[in-house]
């Protein structure tokens, strides 16, 4: 999603791969293959570049620090930012004293150290694993302590926080350059399923300007506090009273940011490389009162061919992003944006090209009622079909 705009803004982009085959590996122009955790790849894709960014959290600190050390290129966001959304015990432990937002939250090493918290905060926690955890993995809820026995053994250091009685969960985005200039975009309202960004609502319904500037103040401070560089996203939960609390931080383009894509002036991928290639930022304007982003996740239709041509033939303002990834049921595979006024009805067109896509028996239904002779239709206007079989 980044090379396209580093195409536009002249930027060469060479790219760490471990397969071929991989999305972006298949569309950059120079590709060089090797494992994220794998020092000397990592070091040769810095022998190729000036700056060194990334689509994951997972390339290990130390690796990126000894780039950094011996000048090879820049790391942006650099390792000492970064380590806070690779560990979130780092992360709790850094926001707490920064005095930012933050559930209540225990660092436990033991079975009887969780036990205690446990009953601190009424018999129950989330726990999470302090790394590697996504997209619902390394998070459990439990109610005894011996339910993440095995994580103790595998990752020693947990971290427990409280279950936080959110009424829905927000995203602020922002962008900043080395020199400290910064952007924020609108507040938005994502939807999990299954752990699993699903749908986005940019803006999010029911925010007032002074809330959403008192959001991203506090996105901007985070950023500022860190020392990101490039785009940060902070997830939030926020409650009844319409205080929020910081969930989890991600230090790259992120799910709740795709669709600024197509809804904002300068979309995150394009604004990520402009701050870590520090260049001027781009303007965050909405470019529509209400933009909406659906997840694609995997799964009847392993060929997304026809229910992509079925979409865009029933909604000629959808627009569909596909990773050129295999389908696998419940997989990220790609995501679908619209823009308009209404964000209720957007949603529904969104969803309905959603099943288009990966429900192999509703983009057959759509094709083979493209395809039915005239007289075959139940509509009343002699001019064509109906809007349900369009």
């Not at 002249?10 to 120079?30: H, I, K, M, N, R």
């Not at 969930?247 to 197509?262: C, I, Q, V």
Request: glycine residues 8%; charged residues 20%.
């Amino acid at each position: 999603m980044m090379l396209g705009p580093a195409i536009e803004l002249g930027l060469a982009a060479p790219v760490l791969a471990t397969d071929p085959a991989e999305s972006a590996a298949a569309v950059a122009g120079q590709v060089l293959l090797g494992r994220h955790d794998d020092a000397e790849a990592v070091q040769a894709l810095a022998d190729e570049a000036d700056v060194i960014t990334f689509d994951h959290e997972h390339v290990p600190t130390e690796i990126l620090q000894e780039i950094q050390d011996q000048g090879l290129a820049a790391v942006r966001p650099g390792p000492a930012a970064l380590v806070h959304a690779q560990d979130k015990l780092v992360m709790r432990e850094r926001l707490t004293a920064l005095g930012h937002p933050c559930p209540r939250w225990w660092r436990v090493r033991s079975r009887e150290e969780l036990a205690t918290a446990l009953g601190d905060a009424a018999g129950r926690l989330v726990v999470k694993t302090p790394r590697g955890g996504y997209d619902a993995h390394g998070v459990r809820v439990v109610e005894d302590a011996a339910e993440v026995e095995d994580w103790f053994a595998e990752h020693g250091d947990l971290l427990a926080e409280e279950l936080v009685p959110f009424t829905r969960e927000l995203s602020a985005q922002v962008a900043r350059r080395p020199g400290g200039a910064a952007v924020a975009y609108p507040i938005v309202h994502s939807v999990q399923k299954d752990g699993v960004c699903y749908e986005v609502v940019a803006p999010a319904a029911g925010l007032d300007d002074a809330a959403q500037e008192r959001i991203q103040a506090l996105a901007l401070a985070i950023a500022e506090d860190l020392d990101v560089v490039g785009m940060l996203a902070v997830e939030l939960f926020e409650t009844a009273d319409g205080e929020v609390s910081v969930n989890e931080l991600a230090m790259r383009p992120h799910n709740t940011g795709h669709w600024s894509m197509d809804g904002a002036v300068t979309g995150q991928f394009e604004q990520h490389l402009r701050a870590v290639a520090d260049l001027p930022l781009g303007s965050t304007a909405a470019v529509a009162p209400v933009a909406v982003m659906v997840n694609l996740l995997g799964g009847t239709a392993t060929d997304l061919a026809p229910g992509v041509h079925a979409a865009l033939a029933a909604d000629p303002e959808l627009k569909v992003h596909l990773y050129g990834k295999a389908v696998r049921p419940g997989r990220k595979i790609g995501h679908v944006t619209l823009v308009g006024q209404d964000a209720e009805e957007l949603l529904e067109r969104a969803h309905r090209a959603e099943h288009l896509i990966i429900d192999a028996s509703a983009s057959a239904s759509a094709s083979a009622s493209a395809h039915a002779p005239a007289s075959a239709s139940t509509s009343a206007d002699p001019a064509g079909p109906t809007k349900e079989t369009r």
